[in-house]
């Protein structure tokens, strides 16, 4: 501390050592943050050690960011210091080097001459700066931005030390740069597509290739050389995509960090400010903002919103700059789903889209349609006169020619390839040793390691993606080795570069390094490791399901595999278990049919759920021919069964009545005929009755879309619970009859009478759907809002495994929660949802879903004042829905269309699309109140002047019976407000 004397001085000891307690308080608890730990304290000194007792390896970052992160907090301390005359300002000196631990009597010490050299250099550092040495420099120099190097003679050193002023942090670092050489060809195509750059539409790169050839290398001199132009001034956003990364849309937030000079070290207040002063944004943004760098948990799913807000206000930043702003993320396929979603939103909705520059590890075919916009840059390996000029940057002295010739054929041209082997002969010397293959040269990287290391090591290797110190003590345990050196084995392979620790998580630091492990591995071990992970997996609350899968089947456990399977409750949701349906379906015995039956079934729902509608019918097909081959009853009822799904789902409502009455009765020969024979255990039985009750559900729901209600009526009546089982299905089955026919508070009653007294996730968000689409008809909009409010998508929990197999309905509820805010007067919440809903309809496969999504979307959007938005979601809805024959929702949007049309005195246009809607009236299908009310207003005022008699008394009888439904006269008054039901009213009813 400066002054400290004359501080001492001015105030009494008491307030002194008050002072003293808050301002060394504050930096241990920074220190502590960022992973060290204080030493001592002498007076008005603290003394900090990174890497004791925990090594890092980026001690020296963490290092340097600690006392940036205490000049960050001083300047809050000194404005409250202010009113006392009290100003503190503190010098700081960082040095990297060996030290030594041990006691001093009962007390812990840390001695050495690193301690000594950064003693030195914290007394030669003005006041209020952070010098550091050139060994903390040269190991972070990527992460901050330096001033010119300095020449200090420090008392009690020989000789003179080179020394930096640390200016910042650096807001735009990409890690592993390296040299760059060649490349130049591909560097002018970044340059000059970039210069012709439209910021209307979306334009930039992929550059993709396998690991190590120069990628990152590429993307960040692309960066150097625009940054040369003269007078440029645009926005750049950078970061790296990290897979194991917990943090929710953690690659936006990297990146709108980077664009502002900042970093998440930062104290969460001087962030805000920073974000209200750089970009004039509201202090509710800039506040939500911050709340998402611990996860986002408080903003209500609405991280999406803020972040669309930011980005879009940085993006437009320098609108007047004849240059375009830049994104560049490093390995993009590592990127996180909730960043990957936003993007998807950003790209649709944002008036202006920077320039793309994306890295892919992948050197097969490119099959990510997120930016299928962007040009794609083959990455190839170096030429020979390029790679010996790389050699040269790591091995410039002494060079053998018959050794740099070995390094050329075995590097094949790959820039990370070279950089190990130049590496490896410079060190070694004994260059009779070469290693020839990449696999050799990282394992010959630990051959001096101990056996117990390098046996550790190996082990680690078959996690698949992260691991903590706990799970590597429970392998060690369980293969009878010494679970007490994984602490400081751990710690010895971060400091070494082989692994990084990120939050107490460990992982490969290279996925080359990780494979040449693994590949070492005898196959018979790596099958024992993948059980004991397993089991290790097993004994959580909450296992990941699909990692647990792959080391299940790793393991050849398919018997467990195939429960864990059969358990989760999204199996046919998420696409990542196509694979192990696919693993488990190739290593079934001949004689398992059953189980081929339950995969089978379960994949194709899983393709159709996801759009893939093809491959779901040649699974199905699979399955029917498996059931004729074995004259199977059961693989008919599930054939006719998953059918029945299909169907219904996509609007085919005879044939889903057919093949449900023929699954339901498949079913019931089951159960008769196995238990006439003994031969049907109770798990079986009761499998089949509930499939049977699905199945009746599944046919009211058809029958009822028919527009038949007593034979809707009858499926609901046959309908019983089975031990207790099913209640909660009959419930949402029966509320859902009475709404599609008008009858909104039987359908509540229904859900009342019905529904158990305890309810499980799935079968709580069916239910508070099913209350939230009720709400909607009957314009109950603060129940609605608190209904909804328990209906979340699982888009910022990454805690979870699970995909929602309702996404589709969280984007209608969305939609429906932003109409309720709107007719509250809550305009920007109102906003925010209706943006949600749209982000969240991006992510549904399926299209018959879409379709639902996109018709309530349409309808919200209109209500709250866009039309246009709201004409392009519904000609979006009735694309597909006219491709699909999709009726009930084609006919909304038709009606919706029309309205918007007249609205607009577009008549050509308005009668073309009440025409095309009047096709779906006759048509034995059942279509809602609202819209037809709609309908027939519009085809009374618009239509043929000898039927707009007609359609005035249809729409009058139906209005008042909607009004009838309303609960009381502020229900009435709130349908009365939307759209053009209050229009209705005056005209046809009140007469």
């Not at 050193?157 to 735009?172: D, L, S, T």
């Not at 670092?173 to 979306?202: C, N, Q, S, T």
């Not at 649709?348 to 892919?360: C, E, G, I, R």
């Amino acid at each position: 501390m400066e002054d400290f004397t004359a501080l001492s001085e001015r105030l009494d000891p008491e307030q002194m050592d008050a002072l003293m307690d808050e301002i060394f308080g504050t930096f241990e608890s920074i220190v502590r943050r960022h992973g060290g730990t204080v030493e001592k304290y002498i007076g008005d000194a603290l003394v900090a050690v990174f890497g004791v007792p925990r090594l890092h390896e980026d001690d020296p970052l963490r290092a340097v960011n600690a006392a940036l992160s205490f000049s960050d907090a001083l300047d809050s301390l000194n404005t409250d210091y202010a009113d006392r005359g009290i100003s503190l300002r503190f010098r700081t000196g960082i040095h990297t080097g060996l030290i030594t631990t041990g006691k001093r009597g009962e007390h812990d010490v840390v001695t050495g001459h690193a301690m000594s050299v950064a003693s030195r250099l914290q007394e030669a550092a003005p006041p209020g700066r952070v010098l550091v040495s050139d060994d903390t420099r040269s190991q972070c120099e990527a992460d901050f931005v330096f001033g010119p190097p300095q020449e200090l003679h420090l008392k009690g050193k020989r000789g003179r030390i080179r020394a930096f002023m640390v200016q910042h942090r650096n807001p735009n670092p990409l890690l592993d740069i390296g040299p760059f050489v060649d490349r130049r060809e591909e560097l002018d195509r970044l340059v000059k597509a970039y210069l012709k750059h439209d910021l209307d539409a979306v334009g930039g790169f992929r550059i993709i290739g396998p690991p190590g050839i120069g990628k990152t290398r590429l993307a960040a001199r692309f960066l150097d050389r625009i940054r040369e132009f003269p007078g440029f001034n645009a926005t750049i956003l950078t970061a790296r995509a990290h897979w194991y990364r917990a943090l929710p849309f953690g690659v936006v937030i990297d990146l709108i960090l980077s664009a502002l000079g900042m970093d998440a070290e930062m104290p969460t207040e001087r962030i805000r400010e920073e974000i209200v002063k750089q970009l004039d944004l509201d202090e509710q943004i800039a506040r939500d903002f911050t709340l998402l760098l611990t996860g986002g948990q408080s903003l209500e799913n609405q991280a999406f919103v803020v972040l669309y807000v930011v980005l879009k206000t940085l993006v437009a930043r320098h609108a007047e700059s004849p240059y375009a702003p830049v994104v560049v993320i490093d390995i993009f396929v590592d990127c996180d789903a909730s960043s990957r979603s936003f993007f998807e939103f950003y790209l649709k909705n944002a008036p202006a889209k920077p320039f793309f520059v994306l890295t892919y590890r992948e050197d097969a075919e490119f099959k990510d349609t997120l930016f299928a916009e962007l040009q794609s840059l083959q990455l190839e390996p170096l030429d020979e006169e390029a790679s010996r000029e790389l050699i040269g940057e790591f091995w410039p002295d002494d060079r053998d020619e018959r050794t740099v010739r070995e390094i050329l054929a075995n590097a094949d041209g790959v820039p990370l390839f070279i950089q190990e082997y130049a590496r490896f002969a410079r060190d070694h010397r004994d260059l009779d040793t070469l290693p020839t293959t990449i696999q050799s040269i990282f394992l010959t990287s630990i051959e001096n390691y101990s056996p117990e290391l390098k046996d550790l090591l190996g082990k680690l290797a078959v996690f698949r993606q992260s691991f903590t110190a706990e799970d590597a003590e429970y392998v060690q345990q369980r293969t009878q080795s010494d679970a007490r050196l994984v602490q400081s084995a751990l710690s010895f392979f971060v400091r070494d570069g082989l692994i990084v620790e990120s939050a107490g998580n460990y992982h490969f630091r290279h996925d080359v390094f990780k494979r040449a492990l693994y590949d070492s591995l005898l196959n018979y071990n790596k099958a024992v490791l993948h059980r004991i992970i397993a089991d290790r997996m097993r004994q959580q609350k909450r296992p990941h399901t699909l990692r647990l899968l792959y080391h299940l089947v790793k393991a050849g456990e398919y018997e467990q595999a195939h429960q864990t399977l059969i358990e989760a409750t999204n199996r046919t949701v998420d696409l990542e278990f196509l694979e192990y349906y696919d693993t488990l379906l190739d290593n079934l015995e001949p004689e398992e049919n059953r189980k081929r039956l339950t995969y089978q079934f379960l994949k194709s729902g899983l393709l159709f759920n996801n759009g893939y509608l093809a491959d779901s019918e040649l699974v199905l097909t699979e399955l029917i021919k498996d059931g004729v081959r074995l004259r199977s009853v059961e693989h008919a009822a599930a054939a006719t069964h998953l059918m029945t799904a299909h169907n219904v789902q996509s609007y085919g409502f005879r044939k889903a009545v057919l093949c449900g009455r023929k699954a339901a009765a498949y079913y019931d020969q089951l159960t008769t005929d196995k238990a006439k024979h003994g031969s049907a255990d109770a798990e079986d039985t009761l499998r089949w009755r509930l499939s049977r009750l699905n199945t009746l559900k599944l046919m009211s729901i058809a029958h009822a879309l028919s527009d038949d209600e007593e034979a809707s009526r009858r499926d609901l009546e046959a309908m019983e619970p089975v031990d207790g089982r099913g209640k909660p299905q009959i419930a949402t089955a029966w509320a859902e009859f009475h709404t599609l026919f008008g009858r909104y508070r039987e359908g509540l009653r229904a859900l009342e009478a019905h529904a158990p007294e305890s309810l499980d996730e799935m079968e709580r968000q069916a239910h508070d759907y099913m209350r939230t689409a009720i709400y909607w008809h009957l314009c109950d909009f603060p129940r609605l809002l608190e209904t909804a409010g328990r209906l979340t998508v699982e888009q910022t929990d990454t805690s979870r495994d699970t995909v929602s197999q309702y996404r589709y309905r969280f984007s209608e509820v969305d939609a429906m929660r932003a109409v309720s805010e709107w007719y509250a007067g809550n305009r920007e919440r109102a906003e925010k949802h209706l943006q949600h809903a749209e982000f969240t309809s991006l992510q549904v496969k399926n299209d018959f879903d879409l379709i639902d999504s996109l018709r309530t979307l349409a309808k919200a959007t209109a209500i709250i004042g866009n039309p246009e938005n709201a004409r392009r979601h519904a000609l979006q809805a009735v694309t597909l829905g006219l491709r699909r024959s999709a009726y009930y929702p084609t006919f909304a949007c038709l009606v919706l269309l029309a309205e918007i049309s007249f609205a607009a005195d577009e008549h050509a246009a308005g009668h073309y699309f009440l025409g095309d809607a009047a096709f779906y009236l006759d048509v034995g299908v059942r279509l809602s109140v609202q819209d037809r009310i709609i309908y027939h207003y519009l085809a009374a005022r618009r239509g043929p002047k000898p039927d707009a008699e007609g359609h005035r008394e249809v729409c009058a009888d139906l209005l008042r019976r909607e009004l009838t439904e309303m609960r009381d006269q502020e229900q009435r008054e709130a349908l009365l407000s939307l759209r053009s039901f209050g229009r209705a009213y005056r005209e046809l009813v009140t007469p």
